[in-house]
């Protein structure tokens, strides 16, 4: 529950966003960290495995950081992934995404790309 924390909330967010706008590694359609888990939606541009390394290998070194944490990894080693298949699950599942902080009794959430100002369905035409 270490995502409670808007420090490390906030570097999380951080890391989601360089991902895209740094590295390029993707193009990141809808994102929510909750306080004991993260959603992700992504086109990717490389594989997911380096995706996933680079998120969760800079957010836990500066999330142990903040909390004062050595030694101990951050992050569950698991990760589920989900392919959208069409523009119509890609709509169901943005909506999932940054309905869970709702749905979790979080209404004024603020780690979400649902509040963020930049649109979030760019991909929508190439579907």
Not at 51 to 72: P, Y
Not at 93 to 98: H, L, T
């Amino acid at each position: 529950m270490w995502l409670w924390d808007d420090r490390v909330a906030q570097v999380v967010a951080d890391a989601l966003i360089y991902g895209q706008e740094e590295l390029r590694l993707y193009e990141l359609l809808a994102w929510v960290v909750m306080p004991n888990h993260v959603h992700i939606l992504i086109q990717s541009a490389v594989p997911l495995a380096r995706i996933t390394r680079c998120i969760k290998g800079f957010s836990a070194k500066r999330a142990n950081e903040i909390l004062g944490r050595t030694g101990q990894p951050f992050w569950q080693f698991e990760s589920y992934d989900h392919w959208v298949r069409d523009r119509y699950e890609l709509e169901k599942v943005i909506g999932y995404i940054e309905g869970n902080p709702v749905k979790a009794g979080l209404i004024d959430w603020r780690w979400s790309s649902a509040r963020a100002t930049h649109a979030i369905l760019p991909c929508l035409g190439r579907m």
